[in-house]
């Protein structure tokens, strides 16, 4: 299902919303290493992550190790950035809080 890649200047606008998040080198991903207290926090967050990416059909490239979770958010079907990486985002850091 084809869904809208987000101008660069939308994508820009948010991020500026959006504490640590970064824009990939390539321009078609944004990234935020997540750090918790131990693993035991990073895994409830990717718990509660992993609910939310199966509720709204958007899964993140994520790499975690002990307390530290990296995550990358892209849109296949869009080739790039879209509205559903900065919404997965939003619902990251509510989750991180
Ligand atoms: C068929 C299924 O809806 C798609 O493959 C979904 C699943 N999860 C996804 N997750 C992400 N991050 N990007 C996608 O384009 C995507 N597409």
């Known amino acids: 299902m084809a ?26 991903a944004i990234l935020k290493a997540f750090r918790f207290a131990d693993f035991s926090e990073a895994f409830a967050f990717m718990s509660r992550v992993a609910l939310e990416a199966e509720k709204t059909d958007h899964h993140p490239e994520w790499f975690n190790v002990y307390n530290r979770v990296d995550v990358t958010l892209t849109t296949h079907d869009a080739g790039g950035i879209s509205a559903r990486d900065l919404a997965m985002a939003a619902a990251m850091e509510r989750f991180a809080r």
């Not at 869904?3 to 078609?28: F, M, N, P, V």
């Open 3 to 28: 869904i809208a890649r987000l101008s660069q200047s939308e994508i820009e606008t948010a991020l500026a919303d959006l504490s640590g998040w970064a824009l990939r080198e390539d321009g078609l």
